[in-house]
């Protein structure tokens, strides 16, 4: 089945600077890749995501990059803010629609 | 966005009692619903799928009589944790997903065993 690591585990960065977090993947057949932020004693929420066929996407303070070639896909943050701080998995769906999580990113940015 | 609601969000129960834990897609047909347990600082791990009308597709670990699934219709999946002990203590949620597109989450159940 598929393998799905996320580096690092716990990440502290100041306000303003930037925030990068990485996943690689084992199965090749994996074509959709979302991104999900958890607070403390809530669900996962969806903040970005990107499909196959496509390198890199972004949303404001938010990108993620994909290289299926390398199979890794990463999470970019920038001028993070103290909201920002969280619990980031990165996941990959495959044709089963059966999502693989990382084992989750701590992301800790402080004022 | 579509809404997956899940029922109770906490819970209590002394140990060897069950617990029956719902989840419900309010606005979408989910065929297909998947049950995780989340340690303390830890990630998703998944238990099953649940398959509407059909049996549950259990993880490797997962036991099958303990944690019973039912997905009686296209819009309810049931997790019945049976004879609940201390070490099943932990942040169950459910999820769907609506054609082919991202994953709905339920809002989760802390289920303590005392």
């Known amino acids: 089945g598929e393998n799905v690591e996320q580096h690092p585990s716990t990440l502290s960065v100041q306000e303003g600077d930037s925030a990068v977090i990485k996943c690689t993947y084992s199965d090749s057949a994996s074509n959709y890749f979302p991104w999900y932020k958890q607070e403390l004693g809530k669900r996962p929420q969806l903040i970005i995501d990107?499909?196959?066929?496509?390198g890199e996407k972004k949303d404001q303070r938010i990108a993620v990059t994909l290289n299926k070639t390398a199979k890794h896909f990463s999470l970019h943050i920038t001028e993070t803010q103290p909201e920002d701080s969280a619990v980031y998995f990165c996941?990959?769906?495959?044709?089963?629609?059966?999502?693989?999580f990382g084992g989750g990113t701590r992301l800790m940015v402080k004022p | 966005g579509a809404v997956v609601s899940q029922h109770p969000s906490r819970v209590i129960c002394k140990s060897g009692t069950s617990v029956k834990i719902e989840c419900r897609s309010l606005d979408f047909q989910a065929t297909t619903m998947f049950w995780y347990r989340q340690f303390p600082k830890q990630s998703l791990m998944l238990m099953a799928t649940s398959n509407e009308g059909s049996k549950a597709t259990y993880e490797q670990g997962v036991e099958k009589d303990k944690f019973l699934i039912n997905h009686a219709s296209l819009t309810l999946s049931t997790l019945t944790v049976t004879s609940a002990h201390p070490e099943d203590s932990s942040f169950y949620i459910c999820?769907?997903?609506?054609?082919?597109?991202?994953?709905?989450f339920g809002q989760g159940t802390r289920l303590t065993v005392v």
């Open positions: 990107i499909r196959s066929n496509v």
């Open positions: 996941a990959t769906y495959n044709a089963g629609n059966m999502l693989t």
């Open positions: 999820s769907a997903t609506r054609e082919n597109t991202e994953a709905f």
